[in-house]
């Protein structure tokens, strides 16, 4: 039997903290699908299409890794995959409480399908996505946060809405 997981998530951008997620995911899977959210709501940063050829360039060294978006409901994306288990990251409590929401809700649309829940690795565990973007934006240093390919993606978006970085 294949196991496989679907980590899920919007990654506008994808940070270092995701990255470590993944190396970590695809270690413990025969697969991992990276499913990159259309999240239309969250009105996203950077589009679909950009967001998943980010996502596509820094986990390319994983070859048990695949990158694909989506929109719909998520246990619907995982039962099409044949995925058995989504996978979600936790940095704070404050994650807690929705994600587990969320795996309750899940388990009882379907219930063969498991989440299970990893923490980045300590010097990851308050970035995030959003005040990758606010630094980004107001000129300030996201190296240590995210790739260099995702850094250049940052700063060539925020030029091309006329910002300064």
């Known amino acids: 039997?294949?196991?496989?997981?679907?980590?899920?998530?919007?990654?506008?951008?994808i940070t270092l903290g995701h990255q470590d997620l993944v190396r970590r995911a695809a270690s413990m899977f025969d697969e991992v699908i990276l499913a990159v959210a259309d999240s239309r709501a969250k009105k996203p940063f950077f589009t679909l299409d950009e967001r998943v050829a980010m996502a596509k360039s820094v986990v390319a060294e994983y070859k048990n890794v695949t990158v694909t978006g989506?929109?719909?409901?998520l246990m619907h994306f995982a039962q099409k995959h044949n995925a058995t288990v989504v996978m979600r990251g936790l940095r704070a409590v404050s994650d807690f409480d929705y994600e587990f929401q969320l795996a309750g809700?899940?388990?009882?649309?379907?219930?063969?399908?498991?989440s299970i829940f990893l923490t980045p690795a300590e010097q990851f565990l308050f970035i995030s996505a959003t005040l990758v973007r606010e630094i980004s934006v107001l000129g300030g240093d996201v190296s240590q946060f995210v790739s260099p390919y995702v850094e250049k993606c940052l700063k060539d978006k925020i030029k091309s809405l006329g910002g300064k970085a």
């Open 1 to 13: 039997m294949t196991l496989k997981a679907v980590y899920p998530g919007t990654f506008d951008p």
């Open 70 to 73: 989506f929109s719909g409901l």
């Open 105 to 114: 809700m899940n388990r009882n649309l379907f219930p063969e399908v498991e």
